[in-house]
């Protein structure tokens, strides 16, 4: 992180549902900027509440219910991976997405 920030506030501005918000000073230019921080284990979280969800529905599924909430289950863990890669794309590899004159 030291060489993208010059300076990075380790207190958090705020939080969301699955991330935080830091205060930063970018390297170079000395822009300040908001660097969003996914909360760790915040994955494996959402994904135990999935597949919580995938049990409930099986078991609903066994009644007469004539539709497929599996599957929609299935294509809910599906965008959490998808979410996970989009992450690591905009925050991992460029290790950060700022937003100068906060």
């Known amino acids: 992180m030291g060489e993208i920030f010059e300076n990075f506030d380790v207190n958090p501005l705020g939080s969301a549902s699955i991330a935080q918000v830091h205060r930063a000073i970018l390297r170079g230019d000395k822009n300040d900027v908001v660097v969003k921080v996914q909360h760790p284990g915040i994955r ?18 066994k009644t007469d ?38």
Request: aromatic share 20%.
């Open 44 to 61: 494996d979280l959402m994904m135990t509440d999935i597949h919580n969800l995938q049990a409930f529905v099986l078991f609903i599924q």
């Open 65 to 102: 219910m004539k539709f497929d909430l599996f599957s929609i289950t299935r294509e809910m863990e599906k965008q959490v991976f998808v979410f996970t890669l989009m992450f690591l794309a905009k925050h991992i590899y460029p290790s950060f997405m700022y937003f100068s004159d906060m």
